[in-house]
Protein backbone atom coordinates (compact mmCIF):
# COMPACT_ATOMS: atom_id res chain seq x y z
CA UNK A 1 0.00 0.00 0.00
CA UNK A 2 1.10 3.29 -0.99
CA UNK A 3 0.22 7.01 0.01
CA UNK A 4 -1.25 7.69 -3.19
CA UNK A 5 -2.94 4.25 -3.47
CA UNK A 6 -4.72 4.72 -0.34
CA UNK A 7 -5.71 8.46 -1.19
CA UNK A 8 -7.50 7.12 -4.76
CA UNK A 9 -9.47 4.13 -2.46
CA UNK A 10 -10.27 7.24 0.34
CA UNK A 11 -11.62 9.39 -2.75
CA UNK A 12 -13.47 6.47 -4.04
CA UNK A 13 -15.50 6.34 -0.32
CA UNK A 14 -16.47 9.71 -0.87
CA UNK A 15 -19.99 10.91 0.38
CA UNK A 16 -21.41 14.16 -0.94
CA UNK A 17 -24.69 14.35 -2.37
CA UNK A 18 -26.28 17.64 -3.17
CA UNK A 19 -28.04 17.68 -0.12
CA UNK A 20 -28.29 16.01 2.85
CA UNK A 21 -30.71 15.80 6.04
CA UNK A 22 -29.95 14.01 8.84
CA UNK A 23 -32.24 13.54 12.00
CA UNK A 24 -29.88 12.85 14.93
CA UNK A 25 -29.56 12.21 18.68
CA UNK A 26 -27.15 14.34 20.91
CA UNK A 27 -24.68 14.30 24.01
CA UNK A 28 -22.92 16.71 25.04
CA UNK A 29 -20.17 17.54 27.79
CA UNK A 30 -17.96 20.29 28.46
CA UNK A 31 -16.01 21.45 31.84
CA UNK A 32 -19.64 22.97 32.92
CA UNK A 33 -22.23 20.90 32.03
CA UNK A 34 -23.43 17.83 30.39
CA UNK A 35 -27.09 17.48 27.92
CA UNK A 36 -28.45 15.30 25.61
CA UNK A 37 -30.96 16.47 22.57
CA UNK A 38 -32.39 15.72 19.02
CA UNK A 39 -30.44 17.52 16.06
CA UNK A 40 -31.63 18.05 12.75
CA UNK A 41 -28.94 19.12 10.16
CA UNK A 42 -29.46 20.33 6.69
CA UNK A 43 -26.40 20.56 4.11
CA UNK A 44 -26.87 22.13 0.32
CA UNK A 45 -23.17 20.87 -1.29
CA UNK A 46 -20.92 24.01 -0.72
CA UNK A 47 -23.68 26.49 -0.36
CA UNK A 48 -24.46 26.20 3.60
CA UNK A 49 -24.86 24.31 6.62
CA UNK A 50 -28.03 24.51 8.81
CA UNK A 51 -28.92 22.59 12.12
CA UNK A 52 -31.43 22.98 14.84
CA UNK A 53 -31.43 21.11 18.05
CA UNK A 54 -34.07 20.81 20.19
CA UNK A 55 -34.38 19.68 23.82
CA UNK A 56 -38.02 18.47 25.25
CA UNK A 57 -39.62 19.27 21.90
CA UNK A 58 -38.49 22.90 21.66
CA UNK A 59 -35.82 24.55 19.85
CA UNK A 60 -32.65 25.49 21.70
CA UNK A 61 -30.16 26.94 19.06
CA UNK A 62 -30.23 27.67 15.81
CA UNK A 63 -27.37 27.75 13.63
CA UNK A 64 -26.55 28.69 10.05
CA UNK A 65 -23.17 28.27 8.41
CA UNK A 66 -22.86 29.92 4.80
CA UNK A 67 -19.25 30.41 3.01
CA UNK A 68 -18.27 33.40 5.16
CA UNK A 69 -20.14 33.66 8.39
CA UNK A 70 -21.75 31.54 11.09
CA UNK A 71 -25.01 32.63 12.44
CA UNK A 72 -26.40 31.08 16.07
CA UNK A 73 -30.17 31.44 17.38
CA UNK A 74 -29.90 31.39 21.46
CA UNK A 75 -33.47 30.70 21.83
CA UNK A 76 -32.88 30.03 25.96
CA UNK A 77 -31.21 33.58 25.95
CA UNK A 78 -33.33 35.33 23.15
CA UNK A 79 -29.28 36.04 21.77
CA UNK A 80 -28.20 35.87 18.31
CA UNK A 81 -24.68 35.97 17.09
CA UNK A 82 -22.99 36.50 13.67
CA UNK A 83 -19.61 35.81 13.06
CA UNK A 84 -16.90 35.21 10.56
CA UNK A 85 -15.95 31.54 9.44
CA UNK A 86 -12.97 31.50 11.71
CA UNK A 87 -15.26 31.40 14.92
CA UNK A 88 -15.33 28.07 14.11
CA UNK A 89 -11.64 27.18 14.40
CA UNK A 90 -11.02 30.30 16.99
CA UNK A 91 -14.00 28.41 19.50
CA UNK A 92 -13.99 25.00 18.80
CA UNK A 93 -11.22 24.31 16.58
CA UNK A 94 -13.39 23.22 13.53
CA UNK A 95 -12.14 23.58 10.06
CA UNK A 96 -13.30 26.86 9.22
CA UNK A 97 -13.91 26.25 5.31
CA UNK A 98 -17.46 25.41 4.49
CA UNK A 99 -16.70 23.00 2.69
CA UNK A 100 -14.30 21.50 5.08
CA UNK A 101 -16.58 21.65 7.42
CA UNK A 102 -19.60 19.90 5.40
CA UNK A 103 -16.87 16.86 4.61
CA UNK A 104 -16.26 17.13 8.69
CA UNK A 105 -19.93 16.53 9.19
CA UNK A 106 -20.62 14.30 6.55
CA UNK A 107 -17.64 11.72 7.88
CA UNK A 108 -15.24 12.61 4.44
CA UNK A 109 -11.06 13.13 5.32
CA UNK A 110 -10.54 17.10 5.66
CA UNK A 111 -7.64 17.15 3.93
CA UNK A 112 -5.56 20.23 4.58
CA UNK A 113 -2.69 19.80 2.14
CA UNK A 114 -2.17 15.68 0.95
CA UNK A 115 1.63 16.38 -0.14
CA UNK A 116 4.29 14.61 2.49
CA UNK A 117 1.80 12.38 3.83
CA UNK A 118 2.97 9.70 5.69
CA UNK A 119 1.81 6.00 5.42
CA UNK A 120 1.78 3.53 8.29
CA UNK A 121 0.75 0.06 8.67
CA UNK A 122 -1.47 -1.01 12.12
CA UNK A 123 -2.98 -4.28 12.05
CA UNK A 124 -6.66 -3.40 11.05
CA UNK A 125 -6.05 0.48 9.66
CA UNK A 126 -3.36 2.16 8.11
CA UNK A 127 -2.24 5.25 10.03
CA UNK A 128 -2.37 8.75 7.44
CA UNK A 129 0.14 11.61 8.99
CA UNK A 130 1.40 14.67 7.89
CA UNK A 131 1.16 18.82 8.49
CA UNK A 132 0.33 22.12 6.41
CA UNK A 133 2.09 24.91 8.70
CA UNK A 134 0.93 24.56 11.82
CA UNK A 135 -1.61 22.14 11.93
CA UNK A 136 -1.13 18.41 12.43
CA UNK A 137 -3.71 16.18 10.77
CA UNK A 138 -3.67 12.38 11.60
CA UNK A 139 -6.35 9.58 9.86
CA UNK A 140 -7.16 6.07 10.38
CA UNK A 141 -8.49 3.99 7.81
CA UNK A 142 -9.58 0.65 7.58
CA UNK A 143 -7.34 -1.95 5.70
CA UNK A 144 -10.01 -3.72 3.99
CA UNK A 145 -12.92 -1.38 3.48
CA UNK A 146 -11.08 1.65 2.92
CA UNK A 147 -13.48 3.05 5.53
CA UNK A 148 -12.55 6.32 7.55
CA UNK A 149 -11.89 5.40 11.07
CA UNK A 150 -10.77 8.54 13.20
CA UNK A 151 -9.37 12.63 11.78
CA UNK A 152 -7.60 14.39 14.37
CA UNK A 153 -5.89 17.67 14.18
CA UNK A 154 -4.34 19.64 16.04
CA UNK A 155 -2.89 23.61 15.65
CA UNK A 156 0.21 23.77 17.62
CA UNK A 157 0.06 27.33 17.72
CA UNK A 158 -3.03 28.21 19.05
CA UNK A 159 -3.22 24.50 20.87
CA UNK A 160 -6.64 23.79 19.94
CA UNK A 161 -7.29 20.30 18.45
CA UNK A 162 -10.42 18.45 16.76
CA UNK A 163 -10.96 14.86 16.35
CA UNK A 164 -13.71 12.22 15.57
CA UNK A 165 -14.20 8.89 15.80
CA UNK A 166 -16.64 7.13 12.79
CA UNK A 167 -18.25 3.99 13.46
CA UNK A 168 -21.48 2.20 12.47
CA UNK A 169 -21.42 2.15 8.88
CA UNK A 170 -24.50 1.34 6.84
CA UNK A 171 -25.18 0.98 2.98
CA UNK A 172 -27.16 4.21 1.56
CA UNK A 173 -28.89 4.34 -1.93
CA UNK A 174 -27.33 1.51 -2.74
CA UNK A 175 -23.67 2.67 -3.71
CA UNK A 176 -22.36 4.22 -0.63
CA UNK A 177 -21.63 4.11 2.78
CA UNK A 178 -22.19 6.85 5.92
CA UNK A 179 -21.30 6.64 9.17
CA UNK A 180 -24.34 6.78 11.14
CA UNK A 181 -22.42 7.27 14.92
CA UNK A 182 -19.66 9.84 15.68
CA UNK A 183 -17.71 10.74 18.39
CA UNK A 184 -16.13 14.70 18.46
CA UNK A 185 -13.40 15.56 20.90
CA UNK A 186 -12.96 19.40 20.83
CA UNK A 187 -10.42 21.06 22.83
CA UNK A 188 -9.69 24.98 22.71
CA UNK A 189 -7.54 27.41 24.68
CA UNK A 190 -11.11 29.69 24.47
CA UNK A 191 -13.61 27.21 25.22
CA UNK A 192 -12.21 24.20 27.06
CA UNK A 193 -12.89 20.79 26.44
CA UNK A 194 -15.92 19.09 24.83
CA UNK A 195 -17.13 15.67 23.58
CA UNK A 196 -19.85 15.44 21.49
CA UNK A 197 -21.55 11.80 20.51
CA UNK A 198 -23.59 12.26 17.50
CA UNK A 199 -26.21 9.24 16.33
CA UNK A 200 -27.86 9.51 13.19
CA UNK A 201 -31.25 7.98 13.58
CA UNK A 202 -32.33 8.61 10.31
CA UNK A 203 -30.97 10.51 6.80
CA UNK A 204 -32.37 11.83 3.12
CA UNK A 205 -29.60 12.87 0.15
CA UNK A 206 -30.66 14.60 -2.82
CA UNK A 207 -33.97 16.43 -1.87
CA UNK A 208 -33.93 19.93 -2.31
CA UNK A 209 -35.21 21.79 1.24
CA UNK A 210 -36.85 24.94 2.52
CA UNK A 211 -34.20 26.68 4.57
CA UNK A 212 -35.66 29.56 7.60
CA UNK A 213 -33.48 31.48 9.41
CA UNK A 214 -35.28 34.67 10.92
CA UNK A 215 -33.55 37.04 13.66
CA UNK A 216 -36.49 37.49 15.81
CA UNK A 217 -36.70 41.24 16.11
CA UNK A 218 -37.08 40.94 20.49
CA UNK A 219 -33.31 39.16 19.82
CA UNK A 220 -30.32 41.13 20.76
CA UNK A 221 -26.95 40.18 19.80
CA UNK A 222 -24.41 38.53 21.97
CA UNK A 223 -21.29 39.99 23.24
Not at 158 to 165: G, H, I, T, V
Amino acid sequence: MTTERLLRQLAKQRFSPEWFEGKARINYADDAMSVSASATVIMQQDELVWMSVKKLGFEVVRVKVTKDSVYVLDRLNNEYTIESLDYLSESYGLPAGLRELQDFLLGNPVFMDTEGLQIQPLGPTYRLSGQNGRVKAEYLVGAEDYRLRKLAFQDQESEQEASALLSGYQLVDEEQYFSYLRNFALESQYSGTSEVELEFTKIEINTPKQIRFDIPSRYTRAK
